[in-house]
């Protein structure tokens, strides 16, 4: 079993920044790729970025490109997405999340991942 800790949420004025951390923990940890998503009240959880764990390739959202920037640490089994240029419509709840393996509906979507984190609150005012 894997274990994934968010860490790094809080309160921003629009324009601010922040880093979000996400520890991998338990069995020997393996990933094909780590993911970040987001939940916002009454909205449905939706993609954000994720990074392929070997290579290093990223993706992103649209709404977040130019913007957030998604890494890891191979070392320290942890991924981070750096977030500059907040905006309070990126007011959510981030979660992490990692996938086993590859499949074939992409890493935009949820079902393509196997453990997920419990989430830390994002709250960008304006």
């Known amino acids: 079993q894997v274990q994934l800790v968010e860490s790094g949420g809080g309160l921003v004025q629009a324009g601010g920044s922040l880093r979000l951390s996400c520890a991998a923990s338990?069995?020997?940890?393996?990933?094909?790729?780590m993911g970040w998503f987001r939940q916002a009240p009454g909205k449905e959880r939706e993609f954000v970025a994720a990074?392929?764990?070997?290579?290093?390739?990223?993706f992103y959202v649209d709404s977040v490109k130019g913007r957030f920037t998604i890494s890891r640490d191979i070392a320290k089994n942890t991924v981070y997405l750096q977030m500059n240029s907040l905006k309070p419509e990126d007011t959510a709840v981030y979660y992490c999340?990692?996938?086993?393996?590859?499949?074939?509906?992409?890493?935009?979507?949820?079902?393509?991942?196997?453990?997920w984190g419990q989430g830390t609150q994002v709250t960008v005012s304006s």
């Open positions: 338990g069995r020997t940890f393996s990933s094909y790729a």
């Open positions: 990074i392929t764990w070997r290579a290093g390739t990223t």
């Open positions: 999340a990692a996938a086993s393996y590859s499949r074939s509906n992409g890493l935009g979507v949820r079902e393509a991942y196997d453990y």
